[in-house]
């Protein structure tokens, strides 16, 4: 029994880790960012945590002051009020303490913004997003005269079976989509987002690459991005661009650079063939190894 009880629980444990897939999305009940799949990322989930620091006892602090307030000095308890206008310590306290916090808070959060606002140079890819309602356009500039192009829209349900992507929980509903951006891994990528010159205002965001940035109407914006990892990553439009907001979803597939080569040069092409090639690559069988059970 013993034995049988415990190639049970083997078992779940493997259910549970070959549902989380290597896919990058919101989890339910998540309460703290997606996983880190840049540097920047990793700075701003430290830049989060620290903050905490400061903030849980500021929160603490004030709540206590508030209930000792509220009970030392009630009405019943002070009849008379005291007619004190001021207390210089006091007012010394309140105006270096809070200074001292924000220059903690700003040193980092400077460094933060300049590492996010600073472009690379010589940027491995290029990437030009356009944004409309409601879905992506993407364009890999400087890859010939032809530069590869597409469009990007949700994936409906009945769709799924023909693209090869029946599988919930690496292709979750209302984030897959029908063409997913292809990026190497460890490569600089400068992303321009911009939006159709007749469109709305509408944002590029990627939460575990720590970006988000406006797509505006005959203005071209510029970010970048580092990937550290391969994987399959999603985000969404994240402006109120109209009624079918909700279901403008970005899914990025970052991949070994000489699949990502392989990749683009087949779908130059062939672009449905070169995504089933990668998929079937990238995707793989999914099994699940179940310890053997004890008679």
Not at 211 to 229: Q, S, Y
Not at 263 to 273: E, H, Q, V, Y
Request: with cysteine; charged share 20%; hydrophobic share 45%.
């Amino acid at each position: 029994m013993i034995k049988k009880a415990y190639a049970a629980l083997t078992a779940l444990v493997c259910l549970l880790f070959a549902s989380g897939t290597y896919a990058d999305q919101p989890m339910p009940w998540q309460a703290t960012l997606q996983p880190a799949a840049t540097p920047i990322m990793r700075e701003i989930r430290w830049f989060e945590q620290y903050t905490l620091w400061f903030i849980v006892p500021i929160t603490l602090f004030v709540l206590i002051l508030l209930i000792v307030v509220c009970w030392k000095f009630r009405a019943s308890a002070n009849p008379v009020p005291s007619k004190t206008s001021h207390n210089t310590v006091i007012e010394v306290i309140w105006t270096v303490g809070p200074v001292l916090i924000l220059l903690f808070l700003a040193v980092p959060s400077f460094n933060l913004l300049t590492a996010q606002l600073t472009l690379p140079e010589n940027p491995d890819v290029t990437l030009k997003a356009t944004a409309t309602q409601w879905q992506w356009n993407y364009e890999y500039e400087g890859t010939g005269d032809n530069p590869l192009a597409f469009d990007s829209y949700l994936l409906k349900d009945p769709d799924r079976a023909a693209a090869g992507k029946t599988d919930l929980s690496t292709y979750p509903r209302l984030l897959a989509v029908d063409n997913e951006v292809v990026l190497p891994v460890g490569k600089t990528v400068r992303v321009l987002v911009t939006a159709a010159p007749t469109d709305v205002i509408h944002a590029f965001a990627m939460p575990s690459f720590g970006v988000k940035i406006d797509a505006v109407p005959g203005r071209l914006n510029e970010t970048w991005f580092k990937t550290e990892r391969e994987g399959l990553f999603y985000g969404q439009c994240s402006e109120l661009c109209g009624k079918d907001h909700a279901f403008m979803p970005i899914a990025i597939r970052v991949v070994s650079e000489d699949k990502y080569k392989q990749w683009l040069t087949a779908a130059a092409s062939d672009l449905p063939g070169a995504y089933k090639s990668l998929m079937a690559e990238t995707d793989g069988p999914k099994t699940v190894d179940v310890a053997e059970n004890a008679q």
